[in-house]
């Protein structure tokens, strides 16, 4: 069993979403407009989907005050792809499925802009490595918002969009509806040491 | 691993172009590991000393 307590740092902690939580998420802002169903997912959707067991959310919380610094949620996937006339070849991934930090909390504490890189290379990194060592999955992936800005912070993260063509083709294949306008981007998940 | 297909289908020219994407999935880089650590480490120094100095001057 991996043990949450493991990935703190001297600033955060991360715990798993439990409905504990359902008041301090009520409190969860994303300003940027295109960014609302982040928001609404995590407000209104996550409760349910972990007692479903589709996604598993985890909340990144402020060590000192105990408030909602961001979150994110993981789930498995799968790209499938025709090898030859009577076989599937797959690839096996884990979706960032959503990720976002609290504006609330940013407003509050005078926080630096690279949280967002922060919490990815503290918790979602490590965390996504340590499970690739129980599941395989090749993959890391994301379905971003279609924004410059955004996409070149995932970039920094390590995501790369592929090809014209073959973007298309998973767009047209396995993007949710969920994610619509969003862009596939994706990194190769390696055993490392962390 | 490989998955049989249930029923005959038709093969397109698209689906056989398709078939590079495994090998772009799994080309592609990982993370940069070390840039995000050296990034953090400053990013958390920098958290930290905001958080010491306001603490210092709310006495």
Redesign the interface.
């Known amino acids: 069993m991996i043990n949450l307590e493991t990935y703190d740092?001297?600033?955060y902690r991360m715990v798993h979403l439990t409905s504990k939580d359902k008041d301090a998420i009520s409190k969860f802002v994303v300003k940027n407009p295109k960014g609302f169903g982040l928001q609404n997912y995590l407000i209104k959707w996550s409760l349910r989907d972990e007692e479903e067991g589709l996604v598993r959310t985890y909340l990144i919380k402020d060590k000192?005050d105990g408030s909602i610094v961001a979150y994110f949620s993981l789930r498995t996937g799968l790209?499938t792809?025709?090898?030859s006339?009577?076989?599937?070849?797959?690839?096996t991934?884990i979706e960032l499925a959503n990720f976002a930090v609290n504006d609330s909390y940013r407003d509050a504490h005078?926080?630096?802009p690279?949280?967002g890189?922060?919490v990815?290379?503290?918790f979602v990194?490590p965390l996504v490595c340590d499970i690739s060592r129980y599941v395989g999955a090749?993959?890391?992936y994301i379905f971003s918002l279609p924004e410059k800005k955004l996409m070149g912070h995932y970039e920094?993260?390590?995501f790369?969009r592929?090809?014209s063509?073959?973007e298309r083709?998973?767009h047209r294949h396995v993007k949710p509806t969920y994610d619509r306008g969003c862009i596939f981007m994706?990194?190769?998940?390696?055993q490392?040491d962390r | 691993m490989t998955y049989e297909h249930p029923r005959k289908f038709f093969v397109s020219t698209r689906t056989r172009k398709n078939s590079k994407l495994k090998t772009a999935l799994l080309g592609l880089n990982p993370a940069p590991v070390e840039e995000l650590r050296k990034e953090s480490r400053a990013f958390e120094k920098l958290m930290l000393e905001r958080k010491a100095s306001k603490h210092a001057g709310g006495k």
């Open positions: 740092t001297a600033l000192e790209m792809q025709r090898s006339l009577f076989h599937f070849d797959t690839i991934g005078d926080v630096m690279e949280l890189r922060y990815f290379s503290s990194y090749s993959i890391l920094k993260m390590g790369q592929l090809p063509k073959m083709f998973i994706a990194q190769r998940i390696l490392v």
